[in-house]
């Protein structure tokens, strides 16, 4: 029935813009920001409809065991390959989970460039807020380019904002997160951009598998992820540290590891 619920609003909500005025406007989004270079949707367009909502399988990567080779940056028990702006990375660390607590965003220590990404994330069991409001956390690719992360179930938000969406960009093509709570999968493949002589000569590529699903299939990045604007590219590092965002929700971590791509 919740499930139906949903659909109903993401169905309501992609229709929007057919509505009056005074109805369209409580659709989640904006219509006074930029159009996204080489689409027709402006940046968190409340008008953008939403991918359908597919229930998944059982994740075949749900608790996968690193394999030989990946940089595992957290296994369940300590933040010590994580770091803060002032320090150690001051996020809780129990029963096998790292968690958001509002002390601010924790970053790698080593730094990344091309790579695919394996980690479990859920949101919090106590649901709470709306939008963008709830559950909010993001996987920051060199500490720029978002994937995010965000309790999307039976919680509508701007299309391009939504679980799994490169922020700013691209929604998934599809809605596939679990009730809160529940561990879901991410399985990222990133694809760093390239510069030379402080141009871009190759922008980033990103494919996600949300829960087993592909939602996104070597999407092309525009440049790092912003909010309400668009971001154009700047050369930098060949390699950088990833960074998880702390939105002031209680978002938790598990499982997480990097295997390097050439
Ligand atoms: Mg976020």
């Not at 390699?239 to 938790?252: A, C, E, F, M």
Request: glycine share 10%; net charge positive; with cysteine.
């Amino acid at each position: 029935m919740k499930r139906l619920t949903q659909l109903f609003l993401a169905a309501a909500c992609s229709v929007a813009f057919s509505l009056p005025a005074a109805d369209a406007k409580k659709s989640p989004g904006y219509d006074d920001t930029p159009v996204i270079p080489g689409q027709t949707w402006k940046v968190h367009d409340s008008k953008r409809p939403h991918p359908p909502i597919v229930k998944p399988d059982v994740s075949p990567t749900l608790g996968a065991k690193p394999p030989a080779g990946a940089v595992v940056l957290f296994d369940g028990t300590d933040l010590s390959k994580w770091k803060s702006a002032k320090g150690d990375a001051p996020w809780k660390v129990e029963s096998g989970y790292m968690e958001v607590n509002g002390k601010g965003q924790v970053t790698t220590k080593q730094s990344f460039g091309s790579m695919k990404v394996h980690l479990e994330f859920a949101s919090p069991k106590e649901v709470k807020g709306e939008s963008q409001g709830r559950g909010n956390s993001g996987v920051f690719l060199m500490g720029m380019y978002e994937v995010q992360v965000l309790d999307s179930y039976e919680n509508v938000t701007y299309a391009d904002g939504q679980c799994a969406s490169l922020y700013g960009q691209w929604p998934p093509d599809k809605n596939v997160c679990l009730p809160p709570g529940e561990w879901q999968t991410y399985d990222i493949t990133f694809e760093a951009p390239k510069f030379a002589d402080g141009k871009l000569v190759e922008p980033g590529y990103v494919t996600v598998v949300h829960n087993g699903v592909k939602v996104h299939d070597r999407r092309k990045l525009n440049g790092p992820s912003g909010h309400r604007n668009v971001v154009a590219y700047k050369a930098h590092a060949d390699k950088l540290p990833i960074s998880l965002q702390d939105h002031g929700n209680p978002v938790r971590f598990r499982n997480f590891w990097v295997e390097e791509l050439k």
